[in-house]
């Protein structure tokens, strides 16, 4: 069974950082893509940053590059996020995703809240 | 970046009756080496993350109910529930995958 369960988040204030983890379990790690998705409060579902199978490739929407660090250890069956300079519009719920080009797996997602 | 838009917002359908939610994307998302659409359709209920329901926008998700079906291809997508059950109410959301990831703003399902 395919299981990808998220931590780390919280709450942070402006300019903080975070860092989430995912780690997965029931599929063998190194053969994804891996992805993670946002979901503001009461709002849809934006896509953050992907993840090639062996880590040497990142992609990030616009509004995180620079910001955000999108990483994996295979040997731990792990894929992280390091959040830097977060704002205020970078609270949700982070979910971590595997990708088989499209996400066929969602973890139960993580919530992050960037408040004074 | 391509921008997926959906219609209705939002729909209330009565139990056993049929609901229909469009996706369109601002280009084709046909893929003409493999003559595939790369779309998606997503449920999600409330306090849950999304599930997968449908991909190359007519294939189901084994286990996913046959009531539900996708449809389309380039730049219109539909998401077909044939008879609304009551377990059907939720969010449901188009994505694209054939650039960096975008998803439509999702599409509220009701029970009238």
């Known amino acids: 069974e395919v299981k990808l369960v998220e931590s780390g988040g919280g709450l942070v204030q402006p300019g903080g950082s975070l860092r989430l983890s995912c780690a997965a379990s029931?599929?063998?790690?190194?053969?994804?893509?891996m992805s993670w998705v946002r979901q503001a409060p009461g709002t849809g579902l934006e896509w953050v940053a992907n993840?090639?199978?062996?880590?040497?490739?990142?992609y990030y929407v616009g509004s995180v590059k620079g910001r955000f660090i999108i990483s994996r250890d295979n040997a731990k069956n792990s894929l992280y996020l390091q959040m830097n300079s977060l704002r205020a519009e970078d609270t949700g719920v982070y979910y971590c995703?595997?990708?088989?080009?499209?996400?066929?797996?969602w973890g139960q997602g993580t919530p992050v809240t960037v408040s004074s | 970046d391509i921008v997926m838009t959906q219609s209705p917002d939002s729909l209330a359908v009565s139990l056993g009756e049929r609901a229909t939610i469009n996706c369109k994307s601002s280009?084709?998302?046909?893929?003409?080496?493999?003559?595939?659409?790369?779309l998606a359709w997503y449920q999600q209920k409330p306090g849950q993350p999304p599930s997968l329901l449908i991909y190359?926008?007519?294939t189901r998700k084994s286990g996913v109910p046959d009531r539900f079906s996708g449809s389309g291809s380039g730049t219109d997508f539909t998401l077909t529930i044939s008879s609304l059950q009551a377990e059907d109410a939720a969010v449901y959301y188009c994505?694209?995958?054939?650039?960096?990831?975008?998803f439509g703003p999702g599409t509220k399902v009701d029970i009238k």
């Open positions: 994505q694209q995958y054939y650039s960096t990831p975008s």
């Open positions: 995703a595997r990708i088989d080009d499209f996400i066929d797996y």
């Open positions: 029931g599929f063998t790690f190194s053969d994804y893509w």
């Open positions: 190359w926008a007519s």
């Open positions: 993840i090639n199978h062996d880590g040497t490739e990142g």
């Open positions: 280009q084709s998302v046909l893929y003409s080496s493999d003559n595939k659409n790369y």
